[in-house]
């Protein structure tokens, strides 16, 4: 760790005690409402992984991709807490809100989308694992017909064959 911290000016002592020393991984359920008062996304981050031993709350810095009609912005947040609420700007209703934009940080997550959502995101994510995390999402929705179309759109054409394989499954 002294090389790294020497080379990098960076002292790196939580993080090896989170991901070399610790065990686990962070486990997030995460939900968003938009408050058009005050133009802004409030995103609601709860770490789930069972907390004993060698596992416990992570600190760490994720990408929060939120898409309105009026573009793309990308904002990072310091989760780091069981339980924390952070407000990001947004001009309008997102058409789109990505945890984790381009799936940077072991994980797991639970962030259930209303199905429109996910048809947005498998359609216009900017990375792989936003429009492979849709493509799971929306093939887990029963009894909607809105969603096949879609998934097969992705299944044809995505230019990565693993949200095709997703969008398949």
Known sequence: ???IEQATATNVDQFFSEWVYGAGAP?????????????????????TQKVEGRVGLFNV????????????????????????VFHLPADSKPLMVVFDA??????????????????????????????ADAAKALGDIKDNDQVTAPLGDAALTDAFWGVRREAIL
Do not use: C, M
């Open 1 to 3: 760790t002294k090389s």
């Open 27 to 47: 486990q997030f359920e995460v939900s968003y409402d938009f408050d058009a008062a005050a133009h802004q996304v409030n995103l609601t981050v709860k770490q």
């Open 61 to 84: 810095p994720v990408d929060i991709e939120i898409s309105t009609p009026a573009g793309r912005k990308t904002s990072t947040i310091q989760v780091s807490q069981a339980s924390e």
């Open 102 to 131: 381009g799936g940077k940080v072991l994980k797991t997550a639970k962030f259930d989308k209303p199905w429109q959502e996910l048809v947005y995101q498998i359609k216009n994510g900017s990375s792989v694992p936003d429009r």
